[in-house]
């Protein structure tokens, strides 16, 4: 079975740190791995899509990473804001299968 | 370019009854997934509509039937509600599957069933 587990299920930071969140995954063979961002009680907004071959892509002040090897991937927040408190859901796509594999989320609460 | 859009915002049904939640997909988009979102989980594939047909489906009972019509829209029916059915129904869009593709959430909808 299909799985993708997120640590840590949530965290508290204060505002103006970093903090990184990771995704496991056991999903194969591998498609693309992605994270969202939700906002409580709205729909999930995409921060970055990886395939296999890439190792970290950035969006404004997120990077994700990617290892394929270790089936590992993290979030990483810089400089973070009040507007970042929401739950981050990991993604993960297999080849020629039409469904999305989602982890639980990790809940992120930052406090000025 | 209208995002991916649902409705209704909310709803408040009692156990037994049917309902029927519908979504528009982004402009251009063909692909049209439904998901359900317990409070505090992950959201869980219930199936996938494209050209009009049911192409996959999640672990979810045949209390969950969906449609998908020709301009691409799609509605949601679930039947004889449980308290359990109680989550944010997310509709996601994209062009040619789920799998190599981006996929665009709508806002949602949440069920509550008494």
């Known amino acids: 079975k299909n799985q993708v587990e997120q640590s840590p299920q949530s965290l508290i930071i204060l505002e103006g740190k970093n903090c990184t969140l990771q995704c496991n995954y056991t999903v194969s063979p591998f498609s693309n791995l992605r994270w969202y961002k939700q906002d409580t009680g709205r729909g999930p907004v995409s921060l970055t899509i990886?395939?296999?071959?890439?190792n970290t892509k950035s969006n404004g002040r997120y990077t994700a990473t990617l290892d394929a090897d270790t089936k590992q991937s993290s979030l990483h927040i810089t400089a973070s804001q009040l507007s970042d408190s929401a739950s981050y859901i990991c993604v993960v796509s297999a080849r020629s299968d039409y469904k999305l594999s989602f982890g639980a989320g990790t809940t992120v609460t930052v406090r000025a | 370019d209208a995002g991916v859009t649902q409705s209704p915002t909310h709803l408040i049904k009692t156990r037994g009854q049917q309902v029927t939640l519908r979504c528009s997909p982004k402009s251009g988009h063909d692909t049209v997934s439904w998901y359900q979102q317990a409070l505090g989980q992950g959201p869980q594939f219930i199936f996938q509509y494209y050209e009009e047909e049911e192409r996959q489906r999640g672990n979810f009972p045949d209390r969950f039937s969906g449609h998908q019509f020709p301009n691409y829209s799609s509605e949601l029916n679930v039947n004889a509600l449980l308290l359990g059915d109680s989550a944010l129904y997310l509709c996601?869009?994209?062009?040619?599957?789920?799998?190599?593709?981006?996929?665009?959430f709508g806002p949602g909808t949440r069920l509550t069933v008494t």
């Open positions: 996601a869009s994209s062009l040619g599957g789920a799998g190599g593709y981006e996929q665009y």
């Open positions: 990886m395939t296999f071959s890439e």
